[in-house]
């Protein structure tokens, strides 16, 4: 398989994890793209040792983790524009980057550890010392948009583990409005596609015209929205899903609301 199509197949859930890490799609492309580049001026770059897969994100990791990218100096991959979202104060700490590879992307510990560079011992440390990051975090009140009667069970058991409130459970885009105006959710978790023909999506996008909340959509399709033809979500979680998948995403859209300053309402995406 050439160099081409390797990047080709695995591009939609790296640009995933990279919107993750962000907080948002353009950061996060940009990111991937100053990977991309630094890849096309030296294939040597991509070291397979566990697959490619894991070899992207590997390389992926360097760029994210470069210092010269992080301030935006003049540097071999820094030859494309990065938005001036991500500050040294609001970098994702290496244990949620460890979780996240893990919980998100299904990566072994061995995988996580070439990754980030560390050992198994150390790469445990960081996914422990994450748990106890997301268990300090504020509890908040959760909406969930969701047609699917036991995903709906299934996704408000787990909110309520976390320590969250659950405030209600839309089944529609017009259920969805209502129960926020009745009460302001602090995050929302929502199904893209609802059965009645609504979309959760215009739902959120209608919502976030009021008011910013972060949000965590989650769908059976997630290719649909990783393509970069267009806006898409920052936060996208697979259906089926794992418990500690909706765990670390929720995770972390509550940590970029919390860091987030002077942020005005936008729309999720279309």
């Given at each position: 398989m050439s160099r081409s199509q390797i990047v080709a197949e695995h591009l939609p859930l790296l640009r995933r994890y990279a919107r993750a890490l962000t907080g948002n799609q353009a950061s996060g492309d940009a990111y991937v793209g100053a990977m991309l580049e630094a890849l096309l001026q030296d294939g040597s770059l991509l070291d397979q040792t566990h697959g490619p897969r894991a070899g992207l994100f590997r390389l992926f990791t360097q760029i994210w983790n470069s210092v010269s990218v992080n301030n935006n100096d003049t540097a071999d991959v820094a030859t494309l524009s990065l938005p001036p979202e991500r500050r040294l104060s609001n970098i994702t700490p290496l244990p949620?980057?460890?979780?996240?590879?893990?919980?998100?992307?299904?990566?072994?510990?061995?995988?996580?550890?070439?990754?980030?560079?560390?050992?198994?011992?150390?790469?445990r440390k960081l996914t422990d010392a994450a748990g106890r990051e997301m268990a300090a975090e504020i509890a908040t009140d959760v909406l969930i948009i969701e047609d699917e009667t036991f995903i709906a069970m299934d996704l408000e058991s787990l909110v309520k583990n976390?320590?969250?409130?659950?405030?209600?459970?839309?089944?529609?885009?017009?259920?969805?409005?209502?129960?926020?105006?009745?009460?302001?959710?602090?995050?929302?978790?929502?199904d893209i596609q609802l059965a009645d023909g609504s979309s959760g999506l215009d739902a959120v996008n209608e919502l976030l015209r009021t008011f910013e909340?972060?949000?965590?959509?989650?769908?059976?399709?997630?290719?649909?929205?990783?393509?970069?033809?267009?806006?898409?979500?920052?936060?996208?979680?697979s259906k089926p899903f794992q418990p500690a998948m909706v765990s670390a995403v929720a995770s972390q859209a509550l940590f970029f609301q919390r860091n987030s300053r002077n942020r005005t309402p936008r729309a999720a995406s279309a």
């Open positions: 949620r980057q460890a979780f996240l590879l893990l919980s998100l992307e299904g990566f072994s510990e061995e995988e996580v550890g070439y990754i980030l560079g560390t050992d198994i011992a150390e790469t976390l320590g969250h409130n659950v405030i209600g459970v839309a089944r529609t885009h017009s259920d969805a409005v209502a129960l926020a105006k009745n009460k302001k959710p602090g995050l929302i978790l929502a909340v972060p949000v965590v959509f989650i769908t059976a399709y997630p290719e649909r929205f990783l393509t970069g033809e267009r806006p898409e979500p920052a936060f996208l979680i």
